[in-house]
């Protein structure tokens, strides 16, 4: 199995970025799916997550309102619009499926001006 995150960059507060997480080598629609994020210095924590089917959506409270979280079930990729990005939003991105499964290696966000 695999999952390889991608659109991770450098951009200014109050800017926006998409992410993508994009799966492979197992049943991905069977799988409810997270977005989790790493600050320097700091444990990893989760950020948003998605039922199987996309039906259902949960935030931390520290995105929710500005982060929205998706899926494509044919093209087997689950993305993280990401809103309003503040400089404590910087950190290493990673998907997993729920239960910690499988997991990504990650893509760096940094909300820097």
């Known amino acids: 199995a695999h999952l390889v995150e991608s659109g991770g960059g450098v951009v200014q507060p109050g800017g926006s970025l998409r992410l993508s997480c994009a799966a492979s080598g197992f049943a991905f629609r069977s799988y409810g799916m997270s977005w989790n994020r790493q600050a320097p210095g700091k444990e990893r924590e989760w950020v948003a997550r998605?039922?199987?089917?996309?039906?259902?959506?949960n935030y931390a409270d520290s995105v929710k309102g500005r982060f929205t979280i998706s899926r494509d079930n044919v093209e087997n990729t689950v993305y993280l619009q990401m809103n309003s990005l503040k400089p404590e939003d910087t950190g290493v991105y990673s998907c997993?499926?729920?239960?910690?499964?499988?997991w990504g290696q990650g893509t760096q966000v940094t909300v820097s001006s």
């Open positions: 998605i039922t199987n089917t996309g039906g259902s959506t």
């Open positions: 997993s499926s729920w239960g910690g499964n499988f």
